[in-house]
């Protein structure tokens, strides 16, 4: 009964004029700023962001849920006409690309937004059943719980990052120590400012996402000049209809991609591109014939897709109810929520119901809506990827630094932006991955909150984290898993030095 009072408010606040205009734009802004190449979901959230901060709480939470999902739906279309590696859409290349060079990009195309469409449902029924008792269940933590918890999330990131641990261990501190610019916690004293006076407050999330991610992912793309196989005339109704083997072949692999989607994107640190490449992976081993794959299976395009989406959706079980964010995008709407003074975790349910239910009610309409306006505008896109890239990045530079300027009005901004986008470029090329980074920004004053609260509390006592039996637990884990993910690592990379000897020898 308590459920349909919930969906009834949630349907209240998701069916507002207001709100359905701002779930629009965000599904159809993501879905466009996928498609374009060098854009994709991180950075189409942080580009838009500082809209966020002149509307509603809950209107912004929604445009922003509504670019990040509808971003994925889109990032798969440059993926299988162009064959671009960037973002969750980079495993889709291996099978959706050579689909589309044997004629087959409108059914490949077609089949990844149903399977779109069938992991953010599940994703969707998963947050409605396990938010409130996650919620409910962490209602009882107190600091030190919360401290450990906070400590988890970021050895979840580093565990699960892509590349070098140690790398994204690196890039985690960095982040906390940004994150360390601007007043004291406890005593409201200014400190890392070095005089100037716009970092009272801290340097922005939304200034280092956009610089990070935005910034940083044009400059990576800048002189791509690769074509499209395939034309806007190609692609007609009879093209889009996949065959019965299709089908046949596609079910069970959405159903398993799904699975995996919705497993993943709970953990910290693992978000929609892990669960993404573990999708593939998983359908490649249970292949009767693995050798089809790279060269146009269709269980190598969907599986993926499908477990990408219902990561995007039940990501926001442990960011909303935990605070925790599980990837740079939930960190960015982390920032966007205690911009507006609202702090997510236990107590976000049930002090915000209206905007946690509506927001779920938003996910089913965002859905329901990129399928109606994606599966009918594919040839738009097909369209949109022949405008040369040398003029459509210069366009999307400048929005970015309009949109920068508009948080707090400082040309300082500007600067900041291009600065972590350089910097960000940089990092690439080192192979530094800036999502741990963001993590570290966004949880690093949480673990210096706790920190203190808990010291406070136990008059300086550091074994109050290990006599309090769930922050114990959760330490001893957390600190398994570390030792576990460096030790892995340095097996891997001597094996590695050893075949280099080996082979130079």
Same mark, same amino acid.
């Given at each position: 009964m ?11 606040v ?12 965000? *599904? ?16 189409? *959230? ?9 509307i ?6 929604? &445009? ?6 509808g ?16 973002t ?7 099978d ?14 077609f ?68 994150g360390?610019?601007? &007043? ?9 400012? =070095? ?19 935005? *910034?940083a ?6 002189g ?6 395939v034309r ?16 046949r ?18 953990l910290?640190?693992?978000?929609a ?71 997510p975790?236990?107590?976000f ?7 946690f ?12 809506l ?18 040369? =890239? ?29 600065l ?26 949480l ?7 808990? &010291? ?7 074994? *109050? ?41």
């Open positions: 308590k459920f349909l009072q919930h969906l009834a408010l949630g349907i209240d998701a069916f507002t004029a207001q709100n359905l205009l701002y779930c629009f734009l965000g *599904v159809t802004l993501g879905n466009l700023m996928g498609v374009i190449p060098g854009v994709g979901a991180v950075a189409a *959230v942080s580009i838009l962001l500082p809209v966020t901060y002149y509603p709480p809950s209107a912004g939470l929604i &445009m922003l849920a509504g670019l990040y999902y971003a994925i739906y889109g990032a798969v279309t440059g993926a299988i006409l162009l064959n671009i590696p960037h969750v859409s980079a495993v889709e290349c291996l959706g690309y050579p689909m589309a060079r044997q004629g087959r990009a409108g059914v490949a195309l089949m990844t937004t149903i399977a779109s469409l069938c992991g953010s449902v599940v994703g969707i029924i998963i947050i409605a059943i396990f938010a409130p008792p996650v919620a409910a269940v962490a209602l009882t933590f107190e600091s030190p719980d919360y401290f450990a918890l906070v400590i988890l999330g970021m050895t979840g990131a580093v565990a699960l990052a892509r590349g070098s641990p140690l790398r994204s261990f690196i890039m985690i501190l960095v982040g906390m120590l940004i360390l610019v601007g &007043m004291d916690v406890t005593s409201a004293q200014p400190r890392f400012t =070095f005089g100037v006076t716009q970092f009272m407050d801290g340097i922005s999330i939304g200034v280092i996402a956009m610089g990070l991610f935005g *910034v992912e044009l400059i990576a793309n800048a791509w000049v690769r074509t499209s196989q806007a005339s190609d692609i007609t109704w009879r093209s889009l209809l996949p065959t019965r083997s299709d089908i072949a596609a079910w069970p692999a959405i159903a398993r991609g799904t699975f995996i989607g919705a497993l993943f994107g709970v910290p640190g693992a978000g591109v892990l669960a993404s490449i573990m999708g593939y992976t998983v359908e490649k081993q249970l292949a009767a014939d693995p050798s089809r794959f790279g060269k146009g299976a269709i269980e190598g395009v969907v599986a993926p897709e499908a477990a990408a989406n219902a990561a995007c959706q039940t990501s926001f079980v442990p960011t909303l109810t935990l605070g925790i964010p599980t990837d740079p995008i939930t960190a960015v709407m982390l920032g966007a929520l205690m911009i507006k003074g609202i702090s975790g236990p107590e349910i049930g002090a915000h119901p209206d905007i239910w509506g927001l779920l009610v938003s996910f089913v309409i965002g859905n329901v990129l399928v109606i306006w994606h599966i009918p505008f594919i040839r738009l896109w097909v369209k949109l990827l022949t405008v040369p =890239f040398d003029v459509l990045y210069p366009v999307v530079l400048v929005f970015i630094c309009i949109g920068v300027y508009t948080i707090h009005s400082s040309v300082l901004d500007i600067f900041l932006v291009l972590f986008g350089c910097v960000g470029y940089g990092m690439r090329l080192l192979r530094f991955e800036p999502a741990p980074l963001l993590i570290g920004l966004v949880l690093g004053p673990l210096e909150a706790y920190l203190r609260r808990s &010291m406070i509390v136990s008059h300086g006592d550091p074994l *109050v984290f290990f006599e309090r039996p769930i922050s114990g637990s959760i330490l001893v884990v957390s600190a398994i898993v570390l030792a576990w993910t460096f030790r892995k690592s340095f097996k891997r990379e001597r094996a590695a030095l050893e075949a280099q000897s080996s082979g130079a020898q």
